[in-house]
């Protein structure tokens, strides 16, 4: 099932301001060479995560889930002034296509991409972060709010992708997949540690702030 239409997700980006020539690259790149490319951001989702980024000032900001670095460099053109970016990146063959992606970027000294485990990584993190975008294995995403939320300052933005697994969600008879991500969803609607909105844009974004 399809949220939206393939025309209304092409109408909608070709009314959301242009990315530079490198995103396009990727983007073509990623259809052409990489598995699951479906997983790449794309230009209206990006350039959300980016506007967000600019609106809060980001100056730190974590990402779990690299992919070939699309959102990454979205996220990275808003950071404030002498901000970081870190990403976290298990495969190790997908990040060093991304980090060559971002050697030839402007972002390239404020994003550091980091291989391995996120629950190995992240004991070795010591920032306080402003955003956070969780776009890596769902079967760990509470574990990875639940660390955003402890680690976040007061205000930051806590983002969670494909939170409506293709419309799945609304089944009467989910399977086992589609269950987790359900549980998951009813925890952060019940988290008072959070305000939150659920927006059906591509496979869905839960946008929750920190209180």
Known sequence: MEITTSAIDHYCALHTTLVHDLLHRIERETYLEVLQPHMLSGTVQGQLLSMLCSLINAEFVLEFGTYTGYATLCMAQALANNGKLITLEKNDEIAERAQQYFNQSNYASQIDLRVGNAIDILPTLTHTFDFVFIDADKKNNKLYYDWSVTHCRKGALIIIDNVLWKGRVTNTTPDKDTQAIMEFNTYV????????????????????RKL
């Open 189 to 208: 609607n019940n988290d008072n540690r959070t305000e939150k909105i659920m927006l059906p844009l591509r496979d869905g974004l839960y946008l929750t």
